[in-house]
């Protein structure tokens, strides 16, 4: 089973706009990550967020966490065509909370029109 | 290349063959994980080992699916008797330290059951 469910599932924008993803998550979490996956490929790590931090920024990337409504959102600033992709949240279960392992979303295809 | 390695990278078989995946961790990660991913899915939790030790599995880890990690270094994923419902993407990740953090993928191999 999926905890995550990311929002949009599909999202095309032009180039320069900026590209907003949602997920929601079930339980309780120690922490949540965004990933990136290019068409084919391995996932690569973005961004990590913990639990009692509300907001993170890394380069043109922006995640918010609200633990009370069990939701995130992952902000990309100022798109490029090379950001095409599906992203991905993935949560890590506080002890007890679920498998010893990321629980990934079904992800955001996001396209960037040049 | 000191990433995570994964062989083969796609794999043809037809039902009710034997198939084995290899991964090769970054050296110093101490625990291993291996996910599936099936088209326009998230990747979902199989099985982790710590060290050689198997700490977890997935139900959706069938009696015909079996990962070993005998020295604490490269793991095998074998599927006995594969199913057309196995073809997916396996992928392979690490990591050091605890259960909390960034996880680092390979690039995956494909499995396609005729």
């Known amino acids: 089973s999926q905890q995550g469910e990311e929002d949009p599932q599909a999202l095309s924008i032009q180039e320069g706009e900026n590209a907003t993803m949602n997920c929601s998550y079930k339980?309780?979490?120690?922490?949540l990550q965004w990933y990136r996956q290019n068409s084919g490929r391995g996932l690569v790590h973005l961004i990590l967020i913990r639990s009692n931090e509300r907001e993170k920024h890394s380069g043109r990337l922006r995640v918010t966490l609200d633990t009370s409504k069990k939701s995130s959102s992952l902000l990309i600033t100022a798109s490029r065509a090379a950001d095409t992709a599906s992203y991905f949240c993935?949560?890590?279960?506080?002890?007890?909370?679920?498998?010893?392992?990321?629980?990934f979303g079904k992800g955001t295809h996001l396209i960037i029109q040049p | 290349d000191t990433g995570v390695s994964q062989n083969p990278r796609h794999k043809i078989t037809k039902r009710g063959q034997n198939v084995t995946f290899r991964c090769d961790p970054i050296?110093?990660?101490?625990?291993l994980y291996w996910y599936r991913q099936t088209l326009g899915q998230g990747p979902e939790f199989l099985t982790y080992f710590q060290n050689e030790a198997q700490l977890e599995k997935s139900r959706l880890l069938s009696d015909r699916f079996s990962a070993e990690r005998p020295k604490g270094s490269f793991s095998t994923l074998e599927i006995q008797r594969t199913e057309q419902g196995d073809s997916a993407m396996y992928l392979c990740?690490?990591?050091?330290?605890?259960?909390?953090?960034?996880?680092?993928f390979g690039e995956g191999s494909r499995l396609t059951v005729l």
């Open positions: 339980t309780s979490i120690n922490n």
């Open positions: 993935a949560t890590d279960a506080a002890a007890g909370g679920g498998a010893d392992g990321l629980t």
């Open positions: 990740a690490s990591k050091t330290g605890g259960r909390t953090g960034e996880l680092f």
């Open positions: 050296s110093e990660h101490n625990r």
